[in-house]
C-alpha cells in the first residue's frame, strides 16, 4: 500500500480501519506522516502486519529523531523517505476548493501526537496544542511540508538513528538513483507522486528500465505510479521492479465503503494479478522479465517527436 496522507478525509475508517485490512490480505501497509491517527494507533490496527513509515522529513532534528523511535517502537520495519514534497505543488483544483485541512489541523495527528513537538509548541507559545489548534498546525506545516528541502549529507543523520531499511521514494533519475546508492540507502521508489507535483513529469515507467539497469543489481527498486490493474503489475515487473506500490484505486474503494471497499479493490487487484500472470505463461514473479513484454510505437507517438 502506497503512502497516502489524510485518509480520514475519504472514509471515517482512516488509516486505522485501511491498516487492518493491509494485515487481513498480506500487503503491507505504509502509513503517510500525514496522517489523521496516531503511529501508535495504526501499529495496533495493523496488527501482525508488515509495515512501513513514511516520514515526511522534519527540519527539527529532535522532531524526526522522535518520530523515527516512534515508529521503530511500534514494530514498523522499513523507512520510506519522500524527496518530492518539501513543498506543496501548484494544484489548481485545491486551490479552487480552499483544500488544504492541514491548516486546520486535520492530518496533523502524527505531530499533534508527538512528545517532542507538543513540548517544543508549549514552550515557544505558552499553549498547549488542543488550546490554540491553527497555532499548532501552522507550527507543524512548517516543519513537515513548508520546510525546505534536505541534502544528501542529511541522510547520515536518519542512518544513524535508523537500523531497519530505507527507501526514498520520488526518485526519476539515473544520477538520483546512483546518489541514493553512494549514501547508503537500501532501496528506491521511481514515483512522480502520482503526477501531483511536478506539471509535465514524465512517466515513471519510462524510466524505470533505465534505472534498474544502473542500481537494481545493488539496491531494491520499487516503482509507484499509475498502477490500476493486475497487467499493470506485470509489466512493472517485468521491467526490473522488485514490487510495485498501489494507491488511488485503494482509496477509492476505501472512500466509496471504508475498509470493505479497500479490502474488495485489494482482492481483485490480486485476483487479477495472478490471473493475468497465469494467462501470459508466467508461473513465478520471478519469471517477470522484459522479454515477455515489448513498447510499441504508435503513429501518434511518432508524429508528436518530430
Given amino acids: 500500500m502506497a503512502p497516502i496522507g489524510v485518509q480520514g478525509i475519504f472514509h471515517d475508517d482512516r488509516e486505522t480501519g485501511l491498516a487492518s485490512v ?26 501482525d502486519g508488515k509495515r512501513w513509515y513514511q516520514l515526511y522529513w522534519p527540519q527539527d532534528n529532535d522532531i524526526t529523531l522522535s518520530l523515527l523511535n516512534r515508529a521503530k517502537a511500534n514494530g514498523f520495519e522499513v523507512l520510506v ?45 505558552g499553549s498547549k496544542v488542543e488550546d490554540d489548534v491553527l497555532g499548532a498546525s501552522r507550527a507543524w506545516i512548517g516543519q513537515v511540508v513548508a520546510s525546505g528541502p534536505h541534502t544528501w549529507e542529511d541522510l547520515a543523520f ?19 538513483a546512483k546518489k541514493a546508492l553512494e549514501y547508503g540507502c537500501d532501496g528506491i521508489t521511481v514515483s512522480n507522486h502520482g503526477g501531483r507535483q511536478v506539471d509535465g513529469a514524465i512517466g515513471s ?22 498502477i490500476r490493474t493486475g497487467s499493470d503489475v506485470v509489466k ?33 487487484l490480486l485476483a487479477d494479478f495472478w490471473q493475468t500472470m497465469g494467462l501470459a505463461g508466467i508461473r513465478t514473479v520471478g519469471e517477470c522479465n522484459r522479454q515477455l513484454i515489448r513498447k510499441v510505437q504508435h503513429a501518434g507517438d511518432m508524429k508528436a517527436m518530430m
Fill in 81 to 125: 523517505i519522500t524527496l518530492d514534497t518539501w513543498s506543496l505543488a501548484w494544484r489548481p483544483a485545491d486551490l479552487d476548493n480552499a483544500y488544504v485541512p492541514f491548516i486546520k489541523g486535520v492530518g496533523c495527528q502524527v505531530g499533534f501526537s508527538d512528545p517532542v513537538f507538543r513540548e517544543k509548541f508549549e514552550t515557544e507559545t
Fill in 236 to 268: 512493472a515487473l517485468c521491467l526490473g521492479a522488485k514490487a510495485v506500490l498501489i494507491g488511488r484505486p485503494v482509496i477509492y474503494g476505501f472512500g466509496i465503503d471504508g475498509r470493505n471497499g479497500a479490502r474488495q479493490v485489494f482482492q481483485g
Fill in 22 to 47: 493491509c494485515e487481513e490480505v498480506g500487503v503491507p501497509y505504509t502509513m503517510s506522516t500525514a496522517a489523521t491517527s496516531s503511529i501508535e494507533e495504526v501499529a495496533a490496527a495493523n496488527g
Fill in 205 to 226: 515507467l519510462d524510466v524505470l528500465p533505465e534505472i534498474v539497469d544502473a542500481v537494481g543489481h545493488k539496491m531494491t527498486v520499487l516503482f509507484d505510479s499509475g
Fill in 158 to 176: 536518519v542512518r544513524k538513528h535508523w537500523d531497519g531499511p530505507i527507501v526514498l521514494k520520488g526518485i526519476q533519475h539515473v544520477d538520483d
